[in-house]
């Protein structure tokens, strides 16, 4: 029996290449990458998400030495890229940019091909953001009560521009409408780098916008915020007051960043995802990408990962419901 063990090792040896009496297994995770990575952007270029996605993919390349490939996939507020995504190949050479419009809100609204819940490996909680209160400056508004009172005293006149149906800046227009008595009207885009396009150029005047995509506009002075939509000041610009202290207080909204690859993945291909993104958000010049963005690195594990996506379906299930929302 030895002598048999022997020889079989001994062939395996040879034609794997190796000498000696003993091969070794080499571990996936040791091996991974050996080929281009893919990460799905679920929006156009210009937005949060893109941004994200190509600050990790840049360095995720120099760290691994092989390509990192944004793919954007936009469409269907985020889901296009979400669904195929959740039939890739769990290998972990394709994952996603996951964000509120993938993997929650907008499977509340929108019914997609996928199950958020299940579908999904989830990696890591990338960055967080708050979001904006933003107007074109020609609006003749300067507090977020003036917007309030402007808007309720031209009911469906003003209209709100979102990434896309079933996104966090929808979420926050809907809000706006139910908890002032305005009715604003949702315009949706297929991302935040469109929707500012033309909240620039003024033809839509408001959007709830996230603060990495609002912030070199609101620098420039194409965009004036009236209030940042979290409990406490951004560092980015410290003047503009919260959605409290402009006296509306409860009204915060924030997107987060995560990765997330198809179900299945091996715990150390995920692992190692995991790791080397903590890795990238430890870097310095990362961290004051991430700042200049308005926005906070986390890296979390999968684990706790995993328990924030369900923790998040189910809160934003429960606003969806008191409010009435429905999918588009």
């Known amino acids: 029996m030895n002598s048999i063990r022997k020889y079989l090792t001994l062939a395996l040896g040879s034609i794997c290449g190796f000498t000696g009496a003993t091969v070794q297994a080499q571990a996936p995770s040791e091996s991974f990458p050996n080929k281009p990575v893919h990460i799905i952007v679920s929006f156009a270029p210009g937005g949060g998400v893109d941004q994200v996605a190509r600050i990790l993919g840049t360095e995720l390349a120099k760290l691994w030495n092989q390509p990192v490939v944004i793919d954007s996939r936009p469409g269907a507020g985020g889901m296009i890229g979400a669904e195929m995504t959740s039939k890739a190949a769990p290998d972990g050479y394709l994952v996603q940019i996951s964000t509120p419009n993938s993997d929650t809100l907008g499977p509340l609204l929108m019914k997609p091909r996928y199950d958020t819940l299940r579908d999904f490996t989830p990696i890591t909680l990338?960055?967080?953001?708050?979001?904006?209160?933003?107007?074109?400056?020609?609006?003749?508004?300067?507090?977020?009560?003036?917007?309030v009172d402007l808007a309720k005293s031209k009911p469906g006149s003003l209209s709100f521009a979102s990434s896309g149906p079933g996104s966090i800046q929808q979420l926050g227009g809907e809000a706006f409408n139910a908890m002032t008595g305005a009715q604003a009207v949702h315009i949706p885009y297929k991302g935040s780098g469109a929707a500012i396009v033309d909240l620039v150029a003024g033809i839509v005047p408001m959007s709830f916008e996230t603060s990495g995509t609002a912030l070199p506009f609101i620098r420039t002075g194409k965009l004036r915020a009236l209030a940042?939509?979290?409990?406490?000041?951004?560092?980015?610009?410290?003047?503009?007051?919260?959605?409290?202290?402009?006296?509306?207080?409860?009204?915060?909204?924030?997107?987060?960043?995560?990765?997330?690859?198809?179900?299945?993945?091996?715990?150390?291909?995920?692992?190692?995802?995991?790791?080397?993104?903590?890795?990238?958000?430890?870097?310095?010049?990362?961290?004051?990408?991430?700042?200049?963005?308005?926005?906070?690195?986390?890296?979390?594990?999968?684990?706790?990962?995993?328990?924030?996506?369900?923790?998040?379906y189910e809160r934003v299930g429960k606003i969806v419901k008191q409010m009435g929302m429905k999918g588009e």
């Open 228 to 312: 940042v939509l979290a409990s406490q000041r951004s560092d980015m610009i410290p003047d503009v007051p919260t959605s409290a202290e402009a006296g509306f207080p409860g009204f915060e909204f924030s997107t987060w960043y995560g990765v997330t690859g198809p179900a299945g993945m091996p715990a150390d291909i995920t692992a190692k995802w995991q790791q080397s993104i903590a890795k990238v958000l430890q870097q310095p010049a990362v961290q004051e990408r991430v700042k200049q963005m308005g926005g906070k690195a986390v890296a979390n594990t999968p684990e706790q990962f995993k328990a924030f996506r369900e923790q998040e």
């Open 126 to 147: 990338a960055v967080q953001v708050p979001n904006v209160l933003v107007v074109n400056p020609n609006l003749p508004v300067k507090t977020m009560k003036e917007l």
